[in-house]
Each structure stands twice: as structure tokens, then as C-alpha cells.
């Protein structure tokens, strides 16, 4: 049976190489398979190379989440004026745990001032002033922005000459294959021959290859298909420790990708609400929408008019409609009466009959 990209759930891991952009890369992959949704997980800059994890069909509500893991990068360093090896670990040092970091000009983000967290900074090899290096970082880090505090911090001076990316959380280079490859597993599979390209599919599961895992109850699907989050008694077997706050992955008894979430509570602690979700996968059998249920019948809010949909209230049927309302107004609005700076005196309402206004005023008075 030939393989049907329209139900491709996964990811597959490009080697990106130097010019295009990485958007240009999620149109290529998208005009190759034929598939909608593709998305890429860390955007790369033109001239930087390596691994580029493109989400695809389902997986592409996964980006933020694994986007949320760091990211490696193996990188070379020009410093600008002679700098011994030793000197270069003790500024790698300095940089090492968390730092601030001013976006460059020309990013997709805003230019404010950032707290990141570098897990790793390693000296691989130097030569002269061309430094190898090694990072592990948080999301969001800029390579290019941290070779140049670096050297501005050796009082040497420096800027990054090339970089390539290495991982992003659980996808690496052993994961990752070219443009080239893709074409042509995508033309096997077209003719019938599909299983080069499924052996680089990876599930949506692996995500959370390093994540812990709680498997759900089989009676516990329908209710998390309807939006409901995941509570003790659903819970079959839990895989992994996890601390309140963690990310945590929910699969079912069938290894598929239920949903994720952040947990309510450690795994040595387990009471009522377990796992709060924020992304869930399951379908409902109705068909509806599985993560926001939304009321089928309008709702009446305090303080608020009747929707215009309900036709019938707790007292009984609304039977005014719009025109009898604004009658009603009308009415009101042609009695209403004006206090000028004189509050002694009433006057009527401006572009009222004044002489019947009198004779109605006069009337109540003499009552």
C-alpha cells in the first residue's frame, strides 16, 4: 500500500545548507510532498547550516513546544587581536549559566534586553585567532550576538565566521537528510517504492523522547477528546519522574500521541489533576472541536442584554422586539427633562413642542 502524504503526522529533519532562508525551505518541502501544513522548528539564518526539523499535518501545532528545548550549535570565532587558549576558556567561562542578550538589529524579534541561559560553552580547537567552539543554549539565543559580547568582554574584539546547528532537543544530525534525499524518496514513494521516506518520518512521539510519559486509560479517551484534562483515575502506567511544572507527554495504550501538557503535581505525589493540557490530539467521535468546547446554545452574562439568538427567558418568553424597543424610548426621551445652570427652572428637551410641554407640566403640577 503506497504511502498517503495528506495523513503524514510527523517530522522530518533537513540538512539545511547556506543561501535559502528557512522559509524558503518549509515551501520547498511543501511543494515536493504536496502537503499544506509544514512548518520548521528554529528559524536558521541564511548562511548558517545544519538541522532544520520540519513539522508536518498534525505536528505542526508541536512547534512551540519543541521550539520551548535547547538547541546546539558547533560554531568558529575570529577574534581580531592575538588571545592565548587559556584566556579563551576563562571568557567561555564568564559566559557560561545565564546572560544578558540584546536581539541584533536585523531579527525577527523585538529589540529588547533578554535573560538566556547558556547550558555549555566549550573550546574545541584554535589556531592563531580562529577559535572552534561548542554550545548548548536555550531557545532564542543568538550565536552571532554572543561571539560579539565575547569579544567585546576580552577587550580583543570578535565576531562568529560560520555556524552550524548540530540538535534541536531530541532531533540531530544523525536524523537529517538533504533536499536532494527528500526529492527522491518522495518520487520512490510516488512509485510505490515508500520505504526510504517512512524510515525517515519520525512520529510525533519522538518529541518527547526525553520527556516523561504517563500512558492513559482506554476509558479515559473520550473524555480528553472532549477537552477534559487528565485526572488521577485515567492514569494506567506512568514512565519517567516528573516535578509539578514539568512538561509531560499522555500517550495511549496503542503508543500514539494523546496530548501534552504541564503537570499539576509530582509523579510521587499523585492527587486529582494530574496533567493540565495544552495540546491535545485525540478526535472526538462527534467531530467537534477537541480542545475548547464551546456551548451549543447562547449564554446570557450578568450585566449584559439579552443575546438576540434567545427568544425565551428564565421569567418567560422575551416577546419585546427591536421595534418596540425603540418606541419605548422614543417615548421616554420626549418627557425627559433638562436642568440648565439655573436648577431652579426645567426645561424641555431640546427640539420639543414647548407649548405642549408647559401644558403637560402645568397639568401634573396641579394634581
Not at 10 to 23: E, L, M
Not at 97 to 119: E, F
Not at 154 to 169: N, P
Amino acid at each position: 500500500m503506497s504511502l498517503d502524504f495528506s495523513r503524514i503526522n510527523g517530522f522530518i529533519v533537513i540538512d539545511k545548507p547556506q543561501g535559502p532562508t528557512s522559509h524558503q525551505v518549509d515551501y520547498w518541502v511543501r511543494d515536493l510532498m504536496g502537503i499544506e501544513k509544514v512548518a520548521h522548528i528554529g528559524t536558521l539564518d541564511p548562511n548558517v547550516t545544519g538541522v532544520l526539523t520540519m513539522a508536518i499535518g498534525k505536528a505542526v501545532r508541536l512547534v512551540d513546544v519543541v521550539h520551548e528545548s535547547p538547541k546546539e550549535y558547533v560554531g568558529v570565532m575570529r577574534f581580531y587581536e592575538d588571545i592565548t587558549e587559556d584566556e579563551v576558556k576563562s571568557y567561555f567561562r564568564k559566559f557560561t549559566g545565564k546572560i544578558y542578550q540584546l536581539p541584533p538589529v536585523r531579527s525577527a524579534v523585538a529589540r529588547n534586553l533578554r535573560v538566556k541561559t547558556i547550558y555549555s560553552l566549550d573550546l574545541l580547537e584554535k589556531k592563531d585567532k580562529i577559535v572552534l567552539f561548542h554550545v548548548k543554549c536555550e531557545s532564542g539565543t543568538y550565536i552571532r550576538t554572543l561571539c560579539t559580547d565575547i569579544g567585546y568582554v576580552s577587550g580583543k574584539g570578535g565576531q562568529m565566521v560560520d555556524l552550524r546547528r548540530i540538535s534541536t532537543g531530541p532531533f540531530t544530525e544523525d536524523n537529517c537528510i538533504t533536499l536532494q534525499d527528500l526529492s527522491a524518496m518522495v518520487d520512490l514513494a510516488r512509485n510505490g517504492d515508500d520505504v526510504a521516506l517512512r524510515d525517515h518520518i519520525l512520529d510525533m512521539t519522538y518529541a518527547f523522547r526525553d520527556h516523561p510519559k504517563i500512558v492513559v486509560k482506554r476509558s479515559a479517551m473520550k473524555n480528553i477528546a472532549h477537552g477534559s484534562d487528565l485526572y488521577a483515575g485515567g492514569i494506567k502506567i506512568i514512565n519517567g519522574k516528573f516535578r509539578k511544572g514539568d512538561r509531560v507527554a499522555v500517550i495511549s495504550e496503542d503508543n500514539e500521541l494523546v496530548g501534552t501538557g504541564i503537570a499539576m503535581c509530582s509523579s510521587d505525589n499523585i492527587f486529582m489533576k494530574v496533567v493540565d493540557f495544552d495540546h491535545i490530539f485525540l478526535e472526538a467521535d462527534d467531530g467537534k472541536n477537541n480542545v475548547v468546547r464551546q456551548r451549543e446554545e447562547a449564554v446570557q452574562r450578568s450585566g449584559s442584554g439579552l443575546h438576540k439568538d434567545i427568544q425565551r427567558t428564565e421569567r418567560g418568553k422575551n416577546t419585546r422586539t427591536e421595534r418596540d424597543r425603540g418606541e419605548a424610548r422614543s417615548e421616554k426621551a420626549a418627557d425627559r427633562v433638562w436642568k440648565g445652570k439655573d436648577k431652579g427652572r426645567v426645561h424641555p428637551r431640546p427640539g420639543t413642542d414647548k407649548g405642549s410641554f408647559y401644558k403637560k407640566r402645568s397639568g401634573r403640577d396641579n394634581k
